[in-house]
């Protein structure tokens, strides 16, 4: 099987539109309003739900079977579990730093925020590990009998790692930790394996380092041609001067930089999902930077021209685009799948959510 959008028979398909998906995306933005964001777990699961359900593959389409109240009971007890210690640490610290001993205050900080690391990639694990576990396809789910706390461990020093030399290994750190969360996951009876590397990533990488110096200085020498402007036009005031200036700038920086990320990122999301198997199934992404500005552009588009309501919009548009760009190649035996295993979660992703990290 393949993707193929001209003929229709891709092994993915989304059929959701955005009129059936206004009516939940509006009544969702009333009860969170209303319920002072209380509703939002409950909303987040209506969304899945159809967006589940919009999606075929192969025969079938998924279902979402998880609820909001395990998202809220997730999100509470990652509160008092983890954050209210966090609080207690962090006052104990600034005790520490009044008494006069800043060089033990500070090694606890550090202490702090590598556990704060620890913490997040116990998190980012167990949200993949409860999404895989509530997805259903033909009656059967997804999971990993992993805790996660080994991963915890592995996000933290790749993480610190690929920090180092100047951030030049965060792309080995990126694909590398893609590998030992999908690596510990199943679907039904068959287990993913990936195989991404980071050697395909690094040209486009390397433009972060690259294009910032080209920004700042041909910033650098349109701020001196519009002073040397400034001083000969009388006409022009200094305060629009520097504020064209900043303008620039601004404009620079950050459409320049994220046309940057987009490049890195499709490249990234092609390398990691071309590289990603279950049983004898093979995936791909076709989607391209070009497709990448649009999607961005859209949405922002989107929110700007609705005054910012068109954000609740934003989670259907990713994940059409995602659904649509997706690739499968392989046979699936039906006669052979069997039910997952696996231990289901039996909270949400509450602590993704504390963290306030993750998708929708």
Partial sequence: MSNDPDTGGGAFAFHGTWREFAPIAFTNLALTI??????????????????WGSTRFIDDRLEWTGTGLELFIGYILAIVLVFLPFGLINLIIQGVVLRGHPGMAGLMMF?????ILYMLGIAIFRALRYRLSRTFWHGIRGGSDDQGLGYGGQYLWRTIVGSLA???????????????RWNKMSFGPMRFNSAAKSGPLMLRFLLFYLVPIFVFVAVFIGAGTLVGLGATMSAMPGQATIFLIGFVFVFMFYGVLGVIALI?????FKEVIGNLTLGELEFGFTATTM???????????????????????????NWAFFIRHLQAFGDVRLDQLTQ????????G??????????AF
């Fill in 349 to 358: 992703e509450g602590l993704l959510d504390a963290f306030d990290v993750g």
């Fill in 166 to 180: 100047l951030g030049l290994l965060i792309p080995w750190s990126m694909t590398s930790l893609w590998n030992e």
């Fill in 291 to 317: 497709d990448w500005i649009k999607l961005m552009l859209g949405s922002i588009a989107l929110i700007f021209l609705t005054f910012g309501i068109g954000y609740i919009f934003v989670a259907y548009r």
């Fill in 340 to 347: 997952s295993k696996t231990r289901e979660a039996r909270q």
């Fill in 34 to 51: 209303v319920t002072l964001g209380l509703y939002s777990f409950w909303a987040r699961t209506r969304v899945r739900r159809y967006l």
């Fill in 111 to 115: 202490g702090l925020y590598l556990l």
């Fill in 264 to 268: 890195f990122y499709s490249a990234y």
